[in-house]
C-alpha cells in the first residue's frame, strides 16, 4: 500500500491453469501427497475391481475360515469367499455409496444453506431451527432408528444419511454465505440491479466453493465412517453385497484366535479416512490462509 | 505518588541501535526495519509517524522487546534501563510487560474483554505484578479515571466495557496502562477510531497524565497534527527506514527532506467553490430508522445542486451514512420524500428501473470489502458496462480500457485481482466501476478514510478531475475536516439524525457558527504545537 504504481506483473507472471495445477502439487507437503497416493489408489480399485480382484464378490472358492495363502493372500471368510476380493469389491460399494450421499446432502444443504442465507426472514429461520432439532440428535442413533422404519435397503440408507448429513451442510453453507453477503460488493451488485441468482452464482458462491470442497472431503470421511458403522450394526449394506464395515462385522470372532481378517477392511477404511483428512487440512490452510503459527 | 523511585529527566530509558527486523510470508524473510536507531529518555514523548507500512508500530513494539507472530529481531539491540531486551528471556519481559512498560492499542473496545468489569481489568496488571494490593489499587485507579476526566470516576469502574462510550474506554484504557506507573507507555494510534470532538479529550488526558507522572511514551499515529500536540520530538518513518528526526517545534517549521514536507503539503489540497441552483437531488423532510424506534434520521432536507460537491460531515451516529442508505433505496425511509432530476425516487430499491439505478452510484469506504476479491478487474468495471450499456466481446473491453485510463492505471491492470493492486488502486477500480455506469451522482462514502495521507490527495485530485470531465455529481460522506475543504462546494452538517447546517464552504467554514458546527471545526487538530494547550484554555474559560 505504499507505492501507487508497482508493477506487479513483473513479479507474478501468469501461469496457465495446469502449470498452476502441477506448481500447486508439487509444493504440497508430504502428508498430503501421501493422502492424494492414498485416494487416488482407493479409487482405482473402486473402478477396476471386477478386473483386478482375483475372484468375484460373492464367489465361493473353498473352506470357510482358510488362513492365508498363496492363492487366497487374505484368506477365506466364514462362507468360503476370497478376502481379498471382497475387500476390492467392497472398495467399490463403500466409497460409491458415500460419495453418492455426499453429493445428494451437498444438494440439499449447500442449496438451501445459500438461499436463506441470502433471503433471510422467515424461511431462514425456519430452516435453521429445523436443522437445529435434527441436530440435536446422535446421527448414528437417529440414523438406526428411520433405518428400522424405513427398512433395510441401500436406497433408504442413501437417501436417509444423505438427509442427515444435509444438516451440516446447510449450517456452513448458511454461514458463510452470509458473511459474504454482508460484504460490500453484494450491496454494490444489489444496488446495481442485479437478480439474486447472479448475485449468488457470481459474487458468494466463488468465495465460499474453497470451504465446501474442504467439508465436502471430511464429510466424505464422516458419511464413509458412518455407513461402515451401520454396517457393522447390520442395518448398512446388505450381504451378499462385499462391504467394509459388514465384512469386520463377519469375521469379528477370528480376532480371538489371533487371525488378521477383521483387521484388513478395518484398516481400509482408516487409511482412507486418515488420507482424507490429510488432504483436506492441507487444502484448508492453502486457500483459507490458517498458518499454524498464527 | 506511590512509588517516584528513579524519575529523573534527562537520564536514557530505551536505546535502539541498528535494529533490523524482518517479517515472514511467501515463504521468505522480508526486511520491515533495516536498521533504526532510537533514544529515548525518561519522561520525553516520542512520536513515530508515517504511512501504513512504514514499520511503526513494528518498531514500537520492539521498544517493549515484543514482536508480532511471524517477525523477528535479524540485527541490533534494545536496551531498556540498562536490561537487554532482545536476548531477554520470555519469563523476565513477562515482568517487566505491564510492569514497566506497558502498552495502548488502537481499538480499546478489542482490547478489554466484555466479560469483566472495567476495574477489574484495570487493576489487574497492578495487582498481578504485586506493585500493589487489590484495595489501594482501586483507590489509584479512581484517582486516575479522576485524572483522566472520566465521568463519575468512583462508580465508572463497575461497568462493563460496552457500557461506556468508546471515547471514555480509550480512557480507560490509559489509566489501565498508568496503573502500575510504567516507565513507559507505548500508543499505537490511540485515537485514530475516534471522533475528532472526542479525540480533543483523550489527547488532552493523556497528555496531562504522562506529563503528571513523567512517563515515558511512544506515540505512534499518521496523523502530523495530533503527533504535534503530543510529542516532544518526532521521528519520521517510511520503508522501514528512518527519513529524519527533529524536536517537534523544528520539524513542523522546518522538515529537510523531501518526503517529510511532501506529507506537509497535503493539507494544502483546495477547490474553489462555486455555486449552483440547479438542483439535481431534493431530499425533504425525511425520517428514517432501523428498528422503528429510534429515529436515526430526524427530519432531514438537503439539496444536492447539479454538478457540483455536496459534503455531509458528522460524527459517528450522526446519520450520514443513513442518508446515503436512504438515497440508494437499501433503507426507505419512513416519511419525506426523495426527488431526481424532478421526479420522486421510488423508495423501495426494488421499485426503480434500471435505468434510475443507472444514475446514481455509490464508492465505498473501503475497497477491499467493495471489490470482489475472486473476481478480476475485468469483471468488477465490465459488469456495468454490460450490465446497463448492453456492450458485449471487443466493444466492452475497449470501454473497459477507456475507464482504466480515465482513472489513471494502464489496461495491464485488466487482469488482475484486487488482492494484486495496492490499497489506493483499489479504490480507483471502485471508482471505475461506478463510473462505468455513466451516472449523474455518485455517493462516496468515506472513500478517502482508510488510505495514507498522500494516497488521499491522489483520490481526491482525480475526483475533482472526473468531475471537470464529466460533470458528475458527488455527495460525500466524511468526517475529516481536511477532506471536506479539500473538495468540496457545499457543506451539510450533521448532528444526532438532524442537519445543523447546510450551505456554500465558505459561509459553513467561516463565522458565525452554530454552536455544534464551531464545537466540530475547533475539535480539528491543527499543526501547530499549541493548539490543544490554547485551544483546552479557551474552552475552559468559556
Known amino acids: 500500500m505504499t507505492t501507487e504504481h508497482v508493477d506487479i506483473r513483473s513479479i507474478r507472471s501468469r501461469r496457465t491453469l495446469w502449470q498452476n495445477t502441477i506448481r500447486l502439487l508439487k509444493s504440497a507437503p508430504l502428508s498430503a501427497k501421501f493422502g492424494m497416493a492414498v485416494i487416488a489408489f482407493y479409487f482405482f480399485c473402486a473402478l477396476f475391481a471386477p478386473l483386478i480382484a482375483p475372484f468375484g464378490e460373492s464367489e465361493i472358492v473353498g473352506k470357510a475360515y482358510q488362513a492365508p495363502s498363496a492363492a487366497h493372500w487374505f484368506g477365506l471368510d466364514q462362507i468360503g469367499r476370497d478376502t481379498l476380493s471382497r475387500v476390492l469389491f467392497g472398495a467399490r460399494n463403500t466409497i460409491g455409496i458415500a460419495l453418492l450421499t455426499v453429493c445428494i446432502s451437498f444438494s440439499i444443504g449447500g442449496v438451501l444453506g445459500i438461499y436463506t442465507a441470502v433471503t433471510r426472514g422467515w424461511l431462514d429461520q425456519l430452516f435453521s431451527r429445523i436443522v437445529d432439532i435434527f441436530m440435536s440428535i446422535p446421527v448414528l442413533i437417529f440414523a438406526l432408528m428411520l433405518l428400522a422404519m424405513a427398512g433395510k435397503s441401500v436406497w433408504n440408507l442413501i437417501f436417509i444419511l444423505a438427509v442427515l448429513d444435509s444438516t451440516r451442510v446447510f449450517r456452513l453453507a448458511r454461514n458463510t454465505a452470509l458473511s459474504v453477503a454482508v460484504q460490500d460488493f453484494v450491496e454494490a451488485a444489489r444496488l446495481r440491479g442485479e437478480k439474486l441468482p447472479w448475485i449468488v452464482v457470481r459474487e458468494i458462491v466463488p468465495n465460499i466453493l474453497p470451504l465446501l470442497i474442504a467439508e465436502f472431503g471430511l464429510r466424505f470421511s464422516f458419511v464413509f465412517l458412518t455407513i461402515a458403522a451401520l454396517s457393522f450394526l447390520g442395518v448398512g449394506i446388505q450381504p451378499p453385497t462385499a462391504d467394509w464395515g459388514s465384512m469386520v462385522a463377519e469375521s469379528k470372532t477370528l480376532i480371538t484366535f489371533g487371525r488378521p481378517q477383521p483387521l484388513i477392511p478395518a484398516a481400509a477404511i482408516a487409511l482412507l479416512t486418515v488420507a482424507v483428512n490429510f488432504v483436506v487440512d492441507w487444502f484448508l490452510q492453502k486457500t483459507s490462509g490458517l498458518r499454524d503459527d498464527q | ?542
Open chain 2, 1 to 542: 505518588m506511590t512509588n517516584d523511585k528513579k524519575r529523573i529527566r534527562g537520564e536514557a530509558l530505551v536505546e535502539i541501535r541498528g535494529l533490523k527486523i524482518e517479517g515472514y510470508s511467501d515463504d521468505k524473510w522480508h526486511p520491515i526495519i533495516k536498521g533504526v536507531d532510537l533514544s529515548l529518555k525518561r519522561g520525553e514523548v516520542v512520536g513515530l509517524i508515517g504511512e501504513s507500512g512504514a514499520g511503526k508500530s513494528t518498531l514500537g513494539l520492539a521498544a517493549m522487546g515484543y514482536t508480532k507472530p511471524g517477525c523477528r529481531i535479524s540485527a541490533g539491540t534494545v536496551t531498556f534501563d540498562g536490561k537487554d531486551l532482545v536476548n531477554a528471556s520470555q519469563e523476565d519481559l513477562r515482568k517487566m510487560w505491564g510492569s514497566q512498560i506497558s502498552y495502548v492499542a488502537q481499538s480499546a473496545s478489542a482490547s478489554f474483554n466484555p466479560a469483566h468489569r472495567i476495574m477489574e481489568q484495570v487493576v489487574e496488571s497492578a495487582t498481578n505484578h504485586g506493585v500493589m494490593n487489590r484495595q489501594t489499587a482501586e483507590k489509584d485507579a479512581k484517582d486516575l479515571f479522576k485524572r483522566l476526566q472520566l465521568p463519575n470516576p468512583d462508580t465508572i469502574g463497575e461497568r462493563y466495557p460496552h457500557q461506556v462510550s468508546g471515547g471514555q474506554l480509550q480512557r480507560a484504557m490509559t489509566a489501565m496502562a498508568m496503573s502500575s506507573r510504567p516507565d513507559l507507555i507505548v500508543f499505537d494510534e490511540p485515537t485514530t477510531a475516534l471522533d475528532v470532538t472526542t479525540q480533543v479529550e483523550v489527547l488532552a488526558a493523556m497528555r496531562r497524565i504522562v506529563d503528571e507522572f513523567d512517563t515515558a511514551a511512544i506515540y505512534i499515529t499518521h496523523d502530523l497534527a495530533v503527533v504535534a500536540q503530543m510529542a516532544h520530538r518526532i521521528m519520521v518513518l517510511r520503508y522501514g527506514n528512518l527519513v529524519e528526526q527533529a524536536d517537534t517545534r523544528t520539524m513542523l517549521k522546518a522538515p529537510t527532506q523531501d518526503y517529510t514536507k511532501s506529507l506537509w503539503a497535503v493539507r494544502k489540497l483546495e477547490k474553489k467553490e462555486s455555486k449552483s441552483e440547479d438542483i439535481i437531488l431534493s431530499i425533504a423532510n425525511v425520517d428514517a430508522s432501523y428498528s422503528g424506534v429510534v429515529k436515526v434520521l430526524d427530519n432531514v432536507t438537503v439539496n444536492i445542486p447539479r454538478g457540483r460537491t455536496v459534503a455531509v460531515v458528522g460524527e459517528s451516529g450522526s446519520g450520514k451514512s443513513t442518508l446515503a442508505r436512504a438515497i440508494t433505496g437499501l433503507l426507505p425511509p419512513s416519511k419525506g420524500r426523495i426527488t431526481f432530476n424532478g421526479k420522486e425516487l421510488p423508495p423501495k430499491l426494488a421499485d426503480r428501473d434500471r435505468d434510475t439505478l443507472r444514475r446514481i452510484q455509490m464508492i465505498y469506504q473501503s475497497a477491499d470489502t467493495a471489490l470482489n476479491p475472486r473476481q478480476t478487474v475485468r469483471d468488477i468495471v465490465g459488469r456495468p458496462v454490460e450490465f446497463y450499456m448492453g456492450l458485449k466481446g471487443a466493444a466492452k473491453d475497449r470501454r473497459i480500457v477507456e475507464l482504466l485510463e480515465a482513472i489513471e492505471l494502464g489496461e495491464d491492470f485488466i487482469d488482475r485481482y484486487p488482492g494484486e493492486v495496492s490499497g489506493g488502486q483499489k479504490q480507483r477500480i471502485s471508482i471505475a466501476r461506478a463510473l462505468a455506469a455513466e451516472p449523474e451522482l455518485i455517493i462516496c462514502d468515506e472513500v478517502t478514510s482508510a488510505l495514507d495521507q498522500i494516497v488521499q490527495e491522489e483520490i481526491l485530485k482525480l475526483l475533482m478531475k472526473l468531475q471537470k470531465e464529466t460533470q458528475v455529481t458527488y455527495l460525500f460522506i466524511t468526517h475529516d475536516i481536511a477532506t471536506v475543504r479539500a473538495i468540496s462546494d457545499e457543506i451539510v452538517v450533521m448532528y444526532k439524525g438532524k442537519v445543523v447546517q447546510q450551505g456554500l464552504k465558505s459561509q459553513v467554514l467561516n463565522p458565525p457558527y452554530p454552536p455544534y458546527t464551531e464545537l466540530l471545526l475547533s475539535s480539528v487538530p491543527q499543526m501547530d504545537p499549541d493548539w490543544l494547550t490554547t485551544l483546552l484554555k479557551k474552552r475552559s474559560a468559556a
